[in-house]
């Protein structure tokens, strides 16, 4: 990317400034800085050093309501800027009064947010005012900031369909409005849906960072790791292609921080983002090495610390997690991070109370944030208190629909609570956003097998493997027959054992209607023998699963929990021998069940039956 593509990315960042959009604006210059030399675009465009300057001394009104905004006077700074717009119509005046427009409606979104209640999370009156002010214009005085504004409305008036074409138009319009990227990301939950956007935005450069970083965060939700560790070298190759900067980034493909350490600020970003990517995929000792570095090299950076305290809390590292805890709090108390990190920290410690009033003041800091209702419900959870967790949870899914941990939440409280019907529902929504964790369908499974309905769970049992073996292809670990992951919970096993059921059922069944003479079709009776049938393929089946399970086992991939499913897989396989006089490589199997009486015996039958047979 050459520093005219690094001109218009710091021109972007003042556009977000001027409208008081920090966050965007802050993303921004921290891509203008990775995209190319500043120094040489102060030189060739030195009109963008003096944006600012230039709109302060043309209107006192913009820069009244501009310090407004920034003492979070809202309500002062929207009535400032509800003066009349002047009658003459230059592009300087147009362009002024746009940037007044989206300013105030921006104050009126920002006090209607302020002021919501619990009872009352709207106020319909202040959000039509603000759409009768956009739409009072002419379609050729809107800007992408204009269409980002009314996307905002839309949200807040859950009109999820509008709120995406507003967001479209916007990025279209305007491709590096941060801000409306980030909303977007939000509605997109598959990678169908992914590709459908990018059909809608195809008027946007294929080179333009914000488009690349949008598609890493999709896929980061939606895919595989190997697909966002992709979509992240994408985002390398954009960034690094000045060679001025190219030993300055972070090294994608090792995953490791290469970088030059006299310019720290530089990589932080991408970096960053890969350890978040690695967080999300639930590899929680890479995401720590890469916090690790992040935060050695900006040590007052506070950005993902509730990831990173997460990570921690998987890993049980309370002495990390407290001098975590205490960096922050000297930092910023203030920051809805800090606040998770804290909480984590005394949850480990089995604090709960303390640990639930440091979520609750990270919601009330920051009360757009699902992830700490997430966690009050954990704590209240090991508080025993199930009620209470199930409301926190359904608060947490009503603000962001996409959190697939507070749905995944509720489908195991659910389950826990012997509800099946009811944790199916909440294991469909967690697996419906995130269908490459194995744990959401097992626990999609398991729901399936409470309610008997065996062929629908053995199928989520071979999706959860699936998914397992895809989420570890990338580093070059597979999982095989004997567990489907840490939380996929042993789901061959799983699956042999209702093939064993289904057999079972099935010779039930075909005793019963040999019993009655069968069921009579077209004048024969047939049904015994379909039964008989089924019962067969079914415990085929069931044997093809166990051998799997005692082959995981004997390879040595197995733990000591699975110690047991191997030999439950040998007493299987040689009573299934025994029962079908099919003998190949059963001595495998006869030698894993010396450990137990029982097996002694079973071992000695089926040598009895083997030794008649060779006679």
């Known amino acids: 990317m050459d520093s005219n593509s690094a001109t218009a990315l710091l021109h972007a960042a003042v556009e977000c400034r001027q409208r008081c959009l920090h966050a965007s604006s802050l993303w921004l210059s921290e891509m203008a800085l990775l995209a190319g030399n500043l120094d040489e675009v102060r030189q060739e465009h030195p009109e963008h050093n003096q944006t600012q300057e230039h709109i302060n001394h043309t209107d006192a009104v913009l820069v009244h309501a501009q310090g407004l905004f920034s003492m979070n006077q809202f309500s002062r700074a929207a009535a ?325 941990r507070a749905w995944y939440a509720l489908g195991n409280l659910y389950q826990m609570l012997r509800m099946p019907l009811y944790a199916l529902f909440y294991f469909q929504k967690a697996t419906a956003l995130k269908c490459y964790d194995s744990r959401f369908w097992c626990g999609l499974a398991s729901c399936y097998e409470d309610l008997k309905n065996y062929p629908d769970a053995i199928k989520c049992y071979k999706r959860a493997i699936s998914a397992d073996e895809k989420l570890h292809m990338s580093s070059g670990v597979v999982h095989g027959a004997s567990s489907a992951s840490d939380g996929g919970g042993g789901a061959m096993i799983k699956i042999a054992r209702l093939y064993n059921k289904m057999s079972l059922a099935f010779d039930v069944s075909g005793a019963a209607l040999d019993g009655f003479g069968g069921a009579v079709v077209n004048g024969k009776s047939g049904g015994g023998e379909r039964a008989a049938s089924s019962a067969v393929g079914t415990a085929a089946a069931a044997a093809a699963c166990y051998r799997a399970v005692f082959s995981a086992g004997s390879d040595g991939q197995a733990s000591e929990v699975n110690h047991a499913d191997a030999y439950e897989a040998a007493e299987f396989l040689v009573r299934h021998a025994i029962a079908t006089h099919q003998f190949a490589g059963v001595r495998l199997y006869l030698d894993a069940l010396e450990e137990t009486e029982d097996g002694k015996a079973l071992a000695r039958e089926c040598r009895a039956v083997m030794n008649s047979k060779s006679k």
């Open 80 to 404: 400032a800027l509800s003066q009349p717009t002047p009658s003459n119509r230059t592009s300087k005046s147009i362009q002024l009064d746009r940037k007044k427009r989206f300013l105030r409606g921006y104050a009126m979104l920002l006090q209607h947010d302020a002021t919501a209640t619990e009872a009352k999370k709207n106020d319909p009156e202040l959000l039509a005012t603000v759409l009768r002010e956009l739409e009072a214009l002419e379609k050729s005085d809107w800007d992408g900031f204009l269409h980002f504004l009314q996307a905002l409305v839309h949200k807040r008036l859950k009109r999820r369909d509008r709120t995406y074409a507003s967001l479209v138009a916007a990025v279209c319009a305007y491709p590096h409005l941060w801000a409306a990227w980030e909303e977007l990301v939000l509605h997109v939950n598959s990678f169908d849906q992914l590709q459908k956007t990018l059909q809608h935005v195809a008027s946007v450069p294929q080179a333009s960072v914000c488009l690349q970083y949008f598609i890493f965060l999709v896929k980061k939700n939606v895919c595989t790791i190997a697909d966002a560790s992709q979509q992240l070298s994408v985002l390398y190759s954009t960034l690094s292609s000045s060679a001025q900067n190219s030993q300055q980034l972070l090294n994608i493909n090792s995953g490791i921080n290469t970088t030059n350490q006299t310019s720290p600020s530089i990589n932080v970003t991408l970096l960053l983002a890969e350890a978040s990517m690695f967080y999300h995929h639930q590899d929680h000792p890479t995401s720590v090495a890469l916090f690790e570095q992040v935060y050695a090299q900006s040590p007052f950076l506070l950005d993902k610390v509730d990831e990173y305290a997460n990570a921690l809390y998987v890993l049980e590292d309370g002495s990390r997690l407290s001098h975590l805890a205490h960096r922050c709090t000297q930092i910023d108390a203030f920051r809805p991070e800090t606040c998770i990190a804290i909480a984590n920290y005394y949850s480990l410690r089995r604090e709960h109370e303390k640990a639930v009033t440091y979520l609750k003041r990270a919601v009330a800091l920051d009360a757009g944030n699902s992830l700490p209702w997430t966690l009050i419900g954990h704590e209240y959870l090991e508080m025993k208190n199930q009620n209470a967790a199930i409301e926190v949870y359904r608060k947490a899914v009503d603000i962001n629909d996409r959190d697939f």
